[in-house]
């Protein structure tokens, strides 16, 4: 399929037929991510992880001194017959 690249403000740009998206599962996005691999234009949905800045938002509750423990001496049932 050949399609033409178009003026769009300054610009360039391509109407995806809406039978090829569906193929490719982009049909319901509104974001997609695009990178140029070997010379081409590749189109990826851009799923971010739910858990995207825990890690440094962990890091910066442990640095302000208010990682505490919220439940302090709350104890499982048989946690004394454990041997450590």
């Given at each position: 399929m050949k399609i033409?690249?178009?003026?769009?403000?300054?610009?360039?740009?391509?109407?995806?037929p809406k039978h090829l998206l569906a193929k490719t599962?982009?049909?319901?996005?509104?974001?997609?991510?695009?990178?140029?691999?070997?010379?081409?234009i590749v189109l990826r949905n851009s799923f971010q992880s739910v858990r995207v800045g825990w890690t440094e938002a962990a890091q910066e509750v442990n640095a302000s001194g208010a990682d505490v423990f919220l439940?302090?001496?709350?104890a499982n049932l048989q946690d004394e017959d454990l041997v450590w």
């Open positions: 033409k690249i178009i003026q769009i403000g300054n610009s360039k740009g391509i109407v995806i599962g982009l049909n319901n996005q509104f974001e997609v991510e695009m990178n140029i691999e070997n010379g081409a439940l302090e001496g709350f």
